[in-house]
């Protein structure tokens, strides 16, 4: 079992940037696949970006590529998503999850952080 907390989330003008990190305690962290989603007022939560503990290859949703990076330190136990060229649409909590095979649905995942809110103004 792992317990998640994400920080990082914030205010940011278009164009801006921001770092959101996802710490884990318990054990196991590097067998973990790890992914990133968001959830915007009266949307559903939708995929952002995932690692996979395998071999660290990483996806992302098309609306994010090119302008997020997801990376993880098994070390320090955390999980990153840098998030450049932010727009207003980015706009949402932010969720970290986890679960020991990656994929593209909400559903894939068992753990999950509280979420961040994320806020990029125009």
């Known amino acids: 079992q792992v317990h998640l907390v994400e920080r990082g989330g914030g205010l940011v003008q278009a164009g801006g940037s921001l770092r959101l990190s996802c710490a884990a305690s318990g054990r196991g962290f590097s067998r973990y696949s790890m992914g990133w989603f968001r959830q915007a007022p009266g949307k559903e939560r939708e995929f952002v970006a995932a690692?996979?503990?395998?071999?660290?290859?990483?996806y992302y949703a098309d609306s994010v590529k090119g302008r997020f990076t997801i990376s993880r330190d098994n070390v320090l136990n955390t999980l990153y998503l840098q998030m450049n060229a932010l727009k207003p649409e980015d706009t949402a909590v932010y969720y970290c999850?986890?679960?020991?095979?990656?994929?593209?649905?909400?559903?894939?995942?068992?753990?999950w952080g509280q979420g961040t809110q994320v806020t990029v103004s125009s």
């Open positions: 690692i996979s503990w395998i071999d660290d290859s990483t």
């Open positions: 999850a986890a679960d020991y095979s990656i994929g593209y649905s909400p559903d894939q995942y068992d753990y």
